[in-house]
């Protein structure tokens, strides 16, 4: 046996000369294959200055210095790109996208984010998805309204919407969080001081329209101040195929 049987790493041979080549051909193998971590899965050409250590997962239809190489994992280092083939249960990172996925008999499967905002928990092999979002904005309060730039997604089903006052507020005696038409659904005559909180839980409920939630001042309206309000909801995503 040449090389070793999982990650094809060169043994050296009884009485060879440069051993140190061989080995350090092993290392660098490894090096690549070990914790991987891939930059980047949805290239098709290597990029224009890759540096040395960066590593690829190789799209489809390959060209450039990485033609007839789809689906390998592709490894710089010292000016030349490495390719080698992915083993059942080899476990990599996706840098850009902040996922985990491992290799098995039916290519590479996604096992969901790393503490992002929205996690991938489930998906089926047609791209369908059930995903757990936790999203958050700090809104600065001014008049009797202040509205959320991030809304709570068509088809989202919502656990609830949770609050600090981040910056003590003026103006008004309380706040309500929810949405417009139900001023409290997340919660009323919240506090104004500083870290006040609230985790304001519902049903859950199903949402049909892109929804912002509504901050409303009580007693007066807001003249300063911000609150951190926190989206918690689950949202399924269709097949892509």
Not at 13 to 32: G, I
Not at 52 to 65: E, I, K, Q
Not at 169 to 191: M, Q, R, W
Request: charged share 15%.
């Amino acid at each position: 046996m040449s090389t070793t049987p999982r990650l094809n790493l060169p043994l050296i041979a009884a009485s060879q000369a440069q051993k140190e080549v061989t080995h350090n051909e092993a290392l660098a193998r490894l090096d690549a294959l070990a914790h991987l971590v891939f930059l980047d899965r949805d290239l098709s050409a290597p990029p224009a200055s890759p540096a040395d250590g960066d590593t690829y997962l190789v799209a489809p239809s390959a060209t450039g210095g990485w033609t007839g190489q789809d689906g390998a994992i592709a490894s710089f280092a010292d000016g030349f790109w490495t390719f080698h083939a992915p083993v059942t249960g080899l476990l990599a990172f996706i840098a850009d996208e902040g996922t985990l996925a491992v290799f098995t008999a039916a290519g590479w499967r996604d096992y969901g984010a790393l503490l992002s905002e929205v996690a991938t928990v489930s998906q089926s092999p047609s791209g369908a998805e059930s995903r757990i979002c936790t999203v958050e904005e700090e809104v600065t309060l001014s008049g009797a309204t202040a509205l959320t730039s991030i809304v709570i997604p068509d088809r989202a089903i919502v656990f609830g919407v949770s609050t600090r006052t981040t910056t003590a507020i003026t103006g008004a005696a309380s706040y309500d969080c929810g949405i417009a038409g139900e001023a409290s659904k997340f919660g009323g005559s919240l506090g104004i001081a500083a870290g006040a909180t609230n985790a304001g839980v519902i049903g859950p409920q199903a949402f049909y329209a892109d929804t912002p939630v509504q901050l409303t001042a009580n007693g007066g309206a807001f003249t300063g101040g911000a609150v951190k309000v926190v989206l918690h909801y689950f949202l399924p995503v269709v097949p892509g195929s």
